[in-house]
Nanobody, 112 residues
């Protein structure tokens, strides 16, 4: 059974950092590109960052460039999103996605 499980969300002050993790099970991620999306209240889900199966190609939404870093560890079947210089507008539920499968999401709240 294919599963994606995000973790690492929480409440953080503006300017702070968080590291999100996505654990994949039931399949091997090494053949697939993977992405992080987010959805803020009242807004559509948006692509935050994507990474190719080998990690050789990476792209970011303009709103997170130079602040977020997407990483993958194919040996551990894991995807990560290192977030720094967080802003209140980064508040959202963050989801990992690959091969048409979605995790359940993890809440990130940036507030003082």
């Amino acid at each position: 059974q294919v599963q994606l499980a995000e973790s690492g969300g929480g409440l953080v002050q503006p300017g702070g950092s968080l590291r999100l993790s996505c654990a994949a099970s039931g399949f091997t991620i090494s053949s697939f590109g993977m992405s992080w999306y987010r959805q803020a209240p009242g807004k559509e889900r948006e692509l935050v960052a994507g990474i190719s199966n080998t990690g050789g190609t990476i792209n970011y939404a303009d709103s997170v460039k130079d602040r977020f870093t997407i990483l993958r560890d194919n040996a551990k079947n894991m995807l990560y999103l290192q977030m720094s210089s967080l802003k209140p507008e980064d508040t959202a539920v963050y989801y990992c996605m690959t091969a048409g499968y979605w995790g359940q999401g993890t809440q990130v709240t940036v507030s003082s």
